[in-house]
């Protein structure tokens, strides 16, 4: 058994869009109010609220008058809200994240999670509807073709994007089958202006219609730099950016999957790179933040998807020198700056195409970490 999420766009009616956004606006407070209480306890007396306090905390306010109108929403989007709260804590003490921050109105995330429970969130294929808490029946829409949806839910997340489009995430249980196993292994080098090149030699190009919509981004993004600050027209270059930067996002996370599925297909070993190391490359300001966001995804998926199907990825260290190791001789250069795309190995005399030099190293590394 594994778990995966459907994502599906939603078309809810004015009134659902209410809720929905009054739904994710409660879940917000809620947040914000125990962080604050959290801090606030700290700071006097130096001790800590649990999750079972807070959750107490909330039925109190629910009861108060002042707060009562946190009772219209779905009860579930407000205990996970303290439910998220307590794991940005646990996260914290635990190295893996900065402190917990409050959550704004005009943030990037403005969504809510429900849970599953006695049959309260369901999918009609045939009507194309969804029933969430609180909401009822919502349609929808999605390009994949569905033919069953799974039986076991076990939680929704429901979305508002910066551009007004409205999504939900339903996480179930499904059964996969393990991939008949081959004997191949793979390096990757991730690229910068694609998406990589493997130890087989094999560059992976971004299709044309992605850079078509990236170049877009940056053109709209560039007008809406132009206008005045608080004007009509500022508002609309707004949404005409997110809105494209919603597609590029989107594009992106297809040839993500598409790439992930064939690496974990063709392979039973995977090597690819720490993505901290790309990220101390420098790039081009914009496309920057969707692809810091894709090397993080696509090494999320590669793991899930090697779980699913019984195969195996190894990350190689940040400070392994890839690119400036000779894969022939072993022989390491001083620098490579990035405009050298191919170069010569002074001891041994091989030319190398940097990137595919890379994903040798990265394989030879990964194969040598397994083996250990
Ligand atoms: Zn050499």
């Not at 700290?42 to 002042?66: D, F, I, P, R, W």
């Not at 509807?129 to 839910?153: A, M, S, Y």
């Not at 997110?242 to 064939?262: M, P, T």
Request: charged share 30%; hydrophobic share 35%; net charge positive.
């Amino acid at each position: 058994m594994c778990e995966k999420a459907y994502r599906l766009r939603l078309y809810p009616t004015a009134e659902q869009k209410t809720l929905i956004d009054k739904t994710i606006g409660c879940a917000r407070y809620v947040y914000n109010k125990f962080l604050a209480a959290r801090m606030e306890l700290y700071k006097a007396e130096k001790k800590s609220l649990s999750y079972n306090q807070c959750s107490a905390g909330l039925t109190v306010m629910k009861q108060e008058e002042e707060t009562s109108w946190l009772q219209e929403v779905d009860k579930f989007a407000l205990q996970n809200s303290l439910r998220d709260l307590d794991k940005a804590y646990a996260n914290f003490f635990q190295g893996r994240a900065r402190f917990p921050r409050f959550k704004k109105k005009h943030g990037k995330k403005q969504s809510y999670r429900t849970n599953f429970t006695h049959g309260n969130i369901a999918v009609n294929l045939e009507c194309r509807t969804i029933k969430v808490p609180k909401l009822g029946w919502v349609e929808f829409r999605t390009d994949k073709l569905l033919k069953k949806f799974p039986e076991k839910i076990l939680n929704a997340t429901v979305r508002r994007t910066a551009s007004g489009e409205y999504y939900v995430s339903v996480v179930c249980k499904t059964e996969v089958e393990l991939l008949p196993s081959v004997g191949t292994a793979i390096g990757v080098d991730l690229g910068i202006k694609d998406l990589g090149v493997l130890s087989t030699g094999e560059h992976i190009l971004n299709p044309r219609h992605y850079r078509k919509a990236e170049q877009k981004l940056i053109r709209l993004q560039r007008a809406y730099a132009r206008k005045e600050n608080g004007s009509k027209n500022q508002e609309k270059a707004r949404l005409k950016v997110a809105r494209q930067h919603e597609k590029v996002a989107n594009q992106r996370k297809d040839l993500l999957h598409k790439f992930s599925s064939k690496l974990i297909r063709e392979n039973q070993v995977v090597c690819i790179e720490d993505l901290s190391v790309k990220n101390l490359i420098r790039n081009r300001k914009l496309a920057k933040s969707i692809q810091d966001a894709g090397w993080g995804m696509l090494h999320a998926m590669l793991d899930y998807k090697a779980r699913w199907y019984g195969r195996v990825v190894v990350t190689v260290g940040r400070f392994y020198p890839s690119t400036k190791t000779c894969h022939v001789c072993g022989h390491t250069v001083p620098m490579l700056t990035l405009d050298v795309r191919s170069w010569q190995c002074p001891v041994c005399r091989t030319v190398h195409d940097r990137d595919e030099n890379a994903a040798i190293n990265i394989l030879n590394e990964g194969l040598r970490i397994l083996a250990g």
